[in-house]
C-alpha cells in the first residue's frame, strides 16, 4: 500500500483476460490462447509488477467440463499455490462471460444451483481463498448472449436477456452461500461495466431506460428491485419475470463487499436515429424507432463523461467500497499508458473526495484475442497488455513499467504521459456531423511536453514518422540537415540541448544503393559516422536511440529468412556502411536500437517499388522485375508503428522489422498487380543481373526475427496498401469508362 504524504493511494491490482465464451458448439478460451494455460511462470512475472491482489480464474468450464464428478484440480492448485507463495491475493473468478459446461446454460433454472455446488466445492478444496467474483459481468454478458444474440444461446429477446441476467444474479447469490458456508468472512468483487448513454432527443426514452438498466445487477444483489423500481415494469411486463424471481433478491440479498466497475473507451454510447450518417453496422433499434448505437467519444464535441463522473455517480447510489476491476484499451502503447494513467488519477482524485475506493485493476495483463469482434470470431487479431506475447517468452512492455510506478510511487513518469490521449484530441471526432455549427480549437502539444526528434525530413522514412506521430499524439519534431546535421557533433549536442529531446529517431542517410559503388565515402559519413555521432551524443546526455539498417548487410548464402543473430557478409558499399553502423552504435550506446528492415513501401511514396509497378501496368506497359532475388517487402506504416512501439518500450540492441513474407521481386509485383485488380501477366521476370544494376544484391536476403513477430502478413500489408492508394478502386473507374466508351 502506498501511502502519498497522510493519504493512502489505491492499491494496484492485475487481471488476465481469462474469457471462456461460447459462440454456437465452440467454445473461445482466452487462457489456452494466450499461452497462459501452460506457463505457469507468468504468475512470478505478474509478481513483478508490485500489484497486491490479481482476478484469476478457477472457471467453471474449464476445471468441470463434464461435471464435479470428474473435475480435474491440478490447473488451480499449481496455480494458486504458487500465489500464495508469491503473496498476491487472487480474486477467483467461477464464470467469465461463459454460459456453463454443455450440459447447462444461462437459460437454464438449474444453472444457478449447479454453480453454487461449483463454488462450494472451489471453496471446500481452497479455503483460505477470501475474494470472489463468481459470474463476472452479469448485465453485460446477459445483453451479448441474450438481447444481441453474440454468444451463447445466442438469445434476441427481453425474455432471454431478463432470464440470463437473473439466472446469473441468482447463480451468485447462491454461490455465495456455499462458499461462506466454507469461510464465513468471503467477500464478494461483484463486476459489471461502467458505462452510460447519451441520445438525441427523439431517443432521450431510450437512453433513460439504458442507463437504468445498466444498474441492474448491483440492484439486485443489493435487493433494490421491487414495485417502486423504475425497471419494475419492465421486468414483470416485457420481460416476463415473475414476482417470485423478484422477491428472490429481496428475500436473499447479497450486496458486494466491493463494487467493481469495469470501463472501457467504448463503454459510453450515443444513439442517433439519423441512420444515414452512420455506417450499416452500427444500427439496430427497439422496435419503436430505428437508431444507430455509436461511440460517444467519437461523435461528442464535449467527450466522454469519464471515470470520475461515472465512479461518483455509483458512490453516490451505493456508497459500498469500489473497485475498478478493468482498465485496458486495446490501441498503441502510448494510448494505453494514457488510458490507465487517465483512470488512474480519476481513481485517486475520488479517494481524495472520500470515497472508499480501493483499487485500479489493469486488465489482460496477457492482452487479449479477437475482442474486435466480440470474441466471435477466431482472426488472431491480438491486443499487446503489460507483457506482448509475440515473443517467445512474454515481453515486458513501456505499460508494465508504469504499473510496477503506479504501485510503488503512484504516479508514471514517461514522456509520452504528457500528451493527451486520442479520446481527447479533435481528431477523435470521426463524424462530419459531430460539431454541427461548433468549432473545436485543435490539439496542441502541452508547453511541457518533451518532443521527439526525427532526421531525415525531407526522406520517405522521416516523412513517414512524422505523418504518425501526428496521428497518435506524439510530440515531435522533424528536422532537415541544416537543423541537425547527423554527421556533426556539434551540431547534434546543440539541436538535443534545444530541443529538450528525451528520443532521436534517425531517418537520415544515404540510401542509394547503387550510387554508393561510386560514393562510398559520402555514404560512409551519412550512414556510418553520422549513426555513430548520434549513438555517442545519446547516451551523453540520456535520450533514447532508434537508428536503422539494412537487409543488405547479409550476403545472401542462406536460403531461410535471416535471424538477428546471423552473422553479418554484405557485398555492396551501402551493405558495409550499415553493418559497419551497427557494430560502432552498439559499442557506443548500446541502448540504442538498431532496425534491420528491408524493402519498404507504403502509401505516401511516389516512387517505391509498388507504386511504380502499379503505375505501369494501369498504363498498361509492361514491368521488368528480378524473378531470382528473395527479400522481405516491409509496409511503412507497420515499420513506424512497430519502431515507436519498441522505442516506448525502452526495447534496445538489433531488431527485424519486415511483414512476414519471403519473395522474389516479381512474384511481389504480380501479387500487388493481381489484389489491386490489374493484369500480372505483364510483370516480367528477369535476373537481377539483366537489370544494369552497379551494386551487387544478395541472392536471397528475406529476414526473420528471433525475437519477436510484430508485424502483420505481407498479404494483409498489400491489402491496406491498395485500400489506402485507392489503386484497385482506380482500376474499377478506369473499366467503367472504358465499357462506357
Not at 504524504?5 to 461460447?22: A, H, K, M, Y
Not at 454456437?24 to 505478474?46: K, P, V
Not at 439496430?284 to 463522473?309: I, K, M, S, T
Amino acid at each position: 500500500m502506498f501511502r502519498d504524504n497522510d493519504f493512502v493511494l489505491p492499491d494496484v491490482w492485475g487481471g488476465i483476460e481469462c474469457t471462456v465464451n461460447r459462440v454456437g458448439d465452440r467454445y473461445f478460451d482466452q487462457i489456452q490462447r494466450s499461452g497462459h494455460a501452460d506457463r505457469a511462470a507468468d504468475l512470478e512475472r505478474f509478481a513483478g509488477l508490485r500489484i497486491r491482489a490479481i482476478r484469476y480464474p478457477v472457471l467453471w468450464e474449464r476445471t468441470a467440463p463434464e461435471g464435479l464428478s470428474t473435475a480435474n484440480w491440478s490447473w488451480p492448485d499449481e496455480r494458486l499455490s504458487l500465489l500464495q507463495a508469491l503473496g498476491i491475493n487472487p480474486i477467483v473468478g467461477l464464470v467469465h462471460h461463459g454460459s456453463g459446461p454443455r450440459y447447462t446454460s444461462l437459460l437454464d433454472p438449474s444453472f444457478p444451483l449447479l454453480l453454487g455446488e461449483y463454488a462450494g466445492a472451489v471453496a471446500q478444496r481452497y479455503p483460505w481463498i477470501t475474494h470472489y467474483t463468481p459470474v463476472n459481468e452479469p448485465l453485460t454478458t446477459a445483453r451479448f448472449s441474450g438481447l444481441y444474440g453474440h454468444w451463447y444461446p445466442h438469445g434476441h429477446d427481453p425474455r432471454s436477456f431478463a432470464r440470463a441476467l437473473l439466472h446469473q444474479c441468482r447463480a451468485v447469490v447462491l454461490a455465495m452461500d456455499r462458499i461462506r458456508e466454507v469461510n464465513p468472512d468471503a467477500k464478494l468483487v461483484q463486476t459489471d461495466d461502467l458505462g452510460k448513454v447519451f441520445s438525441t432527443r427523439l431517443l432521450a426514452y431510450q437512453a433513460k431506460f439504458e442507463n437504468q438498466r445498466r444498474w441492474l445487477t448491483f440492484d439486485l444483489l443489493c435487493g433494490r428491485v421491487g414495485p417502486d423500481h423504475a425497471l419494475w415494469d419492465y421486468l414483470r411486463r416485457v420481460a416476463g419475470v415473475s414476482e417470485e424471481e423478484l422477491r428472490f433478491f429481496a428475500d436473499h440479498p447479497c450486496p458486494p463487499d466491493i463494487i467493481g466497475l469495469n470501463y472501457y473507451l467504448t463503454s459510453e454510447r450515443l444513439l442517433d436515429e439519423r441512420l444515414t450518417l452512420y455506417p450499416p453496422s452500427t444500427h439496430g433499434g427497439n422496435g419503436r424507432h430505428a437508431y444507430a448505437d455509436v461511440e460517444a467519444v467519437r461523435l461528442r464535441p464535449e467527450g466522454l463523461a469519464g471515470p470520475h463522473a461515472l465512479l461518483s455517480e455509483v458512490w453516490e447510489r451505493y456508497r459500498l467500497p469500489l473497485a475498478i476491476t478493468e482498465v485496458h484499451n486495446g490501441c498503441t502503447r502510448e494510448e494505453q499508458m494514457r488510458w490507465l494513467h487517465e483512470v488512474w488519477d480519476a481513481a485517486v482524485q475520488l479517494k481524495r473526495e472520500g470515497a472508499d475506493l480501493r483499487a485500479v485493476t489493469i486488465w489482460a495483463l496477457l492482452g487479449a484475442y479477437d475482442w474486435n469482434s466480440l470474441a466471435t470470431r477466431d482472426e488472431g487479431h491480438y491486443e499487446p497488455g503489460a507483457f506482448d506475447l509475440r515473443s517467445s517468452e512474454p515481453r515486458p512492455t513501456a505499460l508494465a513499467t508504469l504499473i510496477q510506478e503506479l504501485a510503488t510511487e503512484g504516479r508514471g513518469s514517461h514522456p509520452v504521459l504528457d500528451m493527451p490521449g486520442w479520446w481527447r484530441r479533435s481528431k477523435r471526432l470521426v463524424y462530419a456531423h459531430a460539431l454541427e455549427g461548433r468549432t473545436l480549437r485543435p490539439s496542441r502539444p502541452p508547453p511541457a511536453a518533451r518532443p521527439l526528434l526525427i532526421t531525415g525530413a525531407t526522406g520517405t522514412l522521416g516523412r513517414a514518422f512524422g505523418a504518425r506521430c501526428e496521428l497518435r499524439g506524439l510530440a515531435y519534431r522533424l528536422l532537415t540537415r541544416a537543423e541537425m546535421d547527423i554527421a556533426d557533433p556539434y551540431s547534434v549536442d546543440t539541436a538535443l540541448a534545444l530541443h529538450g529531446a528525451w528520443a532521436v529517431v534517425n531517418a537520415a542517410g544515404y540510401v542509394r544503393v547503387d550510387d554508393a559503388e561510386r560514393d562510398a565515402e559520402r555514404c560512409l559519413r551519412e550512414n556510418t559516422h553520422g549513426a555513430a555521432v548520434l549513438a555517442e551524443l545519446c547516451r551523453a546526455r540520456g535520450v533514447a536511440l532508434v537508428t536503422f539498417s539494412s537487409d543488405l548487410v547479409f550476403g545472401g548464402h542462406k536460403v531461410e529468412p535471416y535471424r538477428e543473430s546471423d552473422p553479418v557478409a554484405p557485398l555492396n558499399a551501402y551493405g558495409r556502411s550499415k553493418a559497419e553502423a551497427e557494430r560502432r552504435v552498439l559499442i557506443l550506446n548500446s541502448e540504442s536500437l538498431v532496425v534491420r528492415t528491408s524493402a519498404f513501401f507504403g502509401p505516401w511514396d511516389e516512387y517505391n517499388f509498388v507504386t511504380q509497378v502499379l503505375r505501369s501496368i494501369a498504363e498498361h506497359r509492361p514491368f521488368a522485375a528480378a524473378d531470382d532475388t528473395v527479400v522481405s517487402p516491409t509496409y511503412l506504416p507497420d515499420l513506424v508503428d512497430a519502431c515507436l512501439d519498441l522505442l516506448i518500450d525502452g526495447e534496445h540492441g538489433i531488431w527485424h522489422l519486415a511483414n512476414p513474407g519471403a519473395v522474389t521481386w516479381a512474384d511481389f509485383a504480380r501479387r500487388a498487380a493481381e489484389l489491386a485488380g490489374l493484369d500480372p501477366d505483364l510483370i516480367e521476370g528477369k535476373p537481377m543481373t539483366s537489370l544494369g544494376l552497379p551494386a551487387p544484391r544478395p541472392r536471397y536476403s528475406a529476414l526473420t526475427s528471433e525475437r519477436a513477430s510484430l508485424m502483420p502478413p505481407l498479404e494483409h500489408a498489400l491489402l491496406r496498401y491498395i485500400g489506402e492508394t485507392g489503386y484497385g478502386q482506380r482500376q474499377m473507374v478506369s473499366v467503367g469508362e472504358r465499357q462506357e466508351a
